[in-house]
């Protein structure tokens, strides 16, 4: 079964600097990845997504990720943190080599500091 | 509607009743998921819906819930006996793309069990 983990429930970054938002996963299969976004008092919201292809994905927001099979990584990044990117972040992953379900992480509260 | 809607956005009831949590996802989408949001529980997977096949009803917490689907579209989630630990935000998303499944949620039920 496939699983994603968030080690870190919370991260600080000041305004202005560049973000990272970790997260590992663990599929039988070819892993299809997500990262999604929740702002306070609305609903999730896709950012991006690595089915195949080029290992770097980028995304809404001036977001990207990088994949990293051999490290089962697919962080999230941005180079300039905004204060508005304040939100919490899950990332999610699916077996693409069966037509099953997407599970998700715990996410991460990333905090931006003006 | 142009997105995935979701009744009633906010439910309290007692420890004991049934309650029913509907989604409307958006048309034509052929996948259906709900999942459960609780404070410091990431989102929990709950039920899979796919076209016409099985659902996948792995992540139900227990007998007290169930889901069903009618004609590939509406969906309601059932809690029987209801619990003060099913205190949750529900979430439904639904998805078109089968080979990639990105997601489109809802605003999510809110139910309180007192």
């Known amino acids: 079964a496939q699983s994603v983990a968030q080690p870190e429930d919370q991260v600080n970054v000041a305004e202005g600097n560049p973000l990272t938002v970790k997260c590992t996963y663990s599929?039988?299969?070819?892993?299809?990845l997500f990262w999604y976004v929740q702002y306070p008092n609305r609903g999730l919201q896709f950012l991006l997504k690595?089915?195949?292809?080029?290992?770097l994905v980028k995304g809404s927001y001036g977001f990207e990720a990088e994949f990293n099979k051999s490290q089962t990584s697919f962080h999230l990044k941005k180079p300039s943190a905004l204060v508005s990117d304040s939100a919490l972040y899950f990332c999610?992953?699916?077996?693409?080599?069966?037509?099953?379900?997407?599970?998700f992480g715990k996410g991460t509260r990333l905090h931006i500091l003006p | 509607g142009a997105g995935v809607s979701q009744s009633p956005s906010n439910k309290v009831t007692e420890k004991g009743k049934d309650v029913e949590l509907r989604c409307d996802p958006i048309?034509?989408?052929?996948?259906l998921y709900w999942y459960r949001q609780s404070l410091g529980q990431g989102l929990e997977f709950l039920i899979y819906?796919?076209?016409?096949?099985?659902?996948?009803k792995s992540g139900l917490p227990s007998d007290r819930f169930s889901a069903e689907r009618t004609g590939g579209s509406v969906s309601t989630l059932t809690i029987q006996r209801t619990q003060q630990e099913d205190s949750a935000v529900y979430l439904c998303?639904?998805?078109?793309?089968?080979?990639?499944?990105?997601?489109?949620f809802g605003e999510g039920s809110r139910l309180t069990v007192l």
């Open positions: 999610a992953v699916r077996d693409g080599n069966r037509d099953d379900k997407i599970i």
């Open positions: 048309s034509g989408h052929t996948a």
């Open positions: 690595y089915i195949t292809g080029d290992n």
């Open positions: 819906f796919q076209g016409n096949s099985a659902p996948d």
């Open positions: 599929v039988s299969g070819n892993p299809y």
């Open positions: 998303a639904s998805s078109g793309l089968r080979d990639t499944g990105e997601l489109f």
